[in-house]
């Protein structure tokens, strides 16, 4: 990788789900551009090996630690971010946690538990990871701060291979991110959703394992002819967390390869993919 320009000097940061996919390259590339980073995940095993790997991959990083935290429970959050009080307060979270479940499907197959439990964690906590960013930016007597929040492409367009409880909750994080943009905007504070397209992460990949007519379903739809990588959600995030991004407010902030703009896709070989940091 090229040499950092240390573009997030000196902001504490948090990362919810950083312990893989998104979460994790996120974190190696905030790292990287300066900021003190608290890496969040239900996973403590799963933690203590991404910061393993980050500590690897950028031995230069600034600030770095971990902390268990479930974000369907609002008492996990306000601790995880009350406690970076003592590190001078948070200036960006990326609330980025979700979850995809396998037993998530169309109107009539969808169990109402799945229904609960997917907004539970991807809309209640994007929600309570908000409402305590907000507060720590006050306490702290912030003048500017930038929240990311993770939805998807699936809260753009339709798909024929249903799964309504997390298409919902995505929806739902956009139209919270927009609504909260345009409430906070006089404090300094910004709100933006990143939407990414299918992408080469757990998530989705051992959801889709190795069948490849479902894999191809999907796939056909890339104008580039593949999935999306992690690390090309992260640079994203790192532009919307910077202070590069000062105008950008209330976006549904689109990393998805063209797919959404896209009728008939080109036929040839794939483009080639930037490699992930964190694998
Ligand atoms: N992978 C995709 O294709 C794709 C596409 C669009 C959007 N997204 C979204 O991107 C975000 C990150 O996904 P990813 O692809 O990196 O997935 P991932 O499964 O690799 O990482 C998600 C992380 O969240 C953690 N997590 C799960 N439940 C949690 C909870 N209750 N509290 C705290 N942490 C929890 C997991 O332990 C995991 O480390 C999710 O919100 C997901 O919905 C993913």
């Keep these: 990788m090229a040499a950092p320009r240390r573009r997030l000097h000196g ?49 230069t990083a600034p600030r770095l630690e971990i902390i268990k935290c479930d974000v369907s429970k609002e008492a996990d ?27 998530d499907a169309d109107a009539v197959d969808t169990p109402e538990k799945i229904w609960d439990m997917t907004q539970n964690i991807n809309v209640k906590g994007v929600w309570f990871g908000c409402k305590h960013a907000v507060l720590s930016m006050r306490r702290h007597k912030k003048t500017k701060g930038s929240i990311i929040n993770t ?18 909750s995505k929806g739902a994080v956009l139209a919270m991110t927009r609504e909260l943009a345009i409430a906070h905007a006089r404090e300094g504070l910004r709100f933006n959703a990143l939407c990414p397209a299918p992408l080469n992460t757990p998530l989705l990949q051992d959801w889709l394992g190795d069948d490849q007519p479902k894999r191809h379903r999907r796939e056909v739809h890339f104008p580039t002819g593949r999935f999306g990588e992690a690390i090309e959600q992260a640079q994203a995030v790192v532009f919307l967390a910077s202070d590069e991004s000062s105008f950008v407010n209330g976006t549904d902030f689109v990393v998805d390869g063209g797919m959404t703009r896209a009728y008939v896709t080109p036929e040839g070989p794939a483009t080639v993919a930037p490699q992930n940091q964190g694998h």
């Design 11 to 59: 902001k504490n940061a948090i990362i919810t789900g950083a312990a893989g996919g998104i979460g994790l390259e996120t974190t190696i590339l905030f790292a990287r551009e300066g900021a003190n980073v608290l890496m969040a995940d239900i996973s403590v095993p799963a933690l203590e090996k991404a910061i393993a790997k980050v500590k690897e991959v950028v031995p």
């Design 77 to 103: 959050i306000q601790a995880m971010v009350e406690s970076q009080d003592s590190w001078g307060g948070t200036d960006v979270i990326f609330n980025n946690a979700g979850i995809m479940h396998a037993d």
């Design 151 to 168: 939805a998807s492409v699936v809260a753009l367009v339709g798909s024929a291979t249903p799964q309504l409880a997390y298409t919902a």
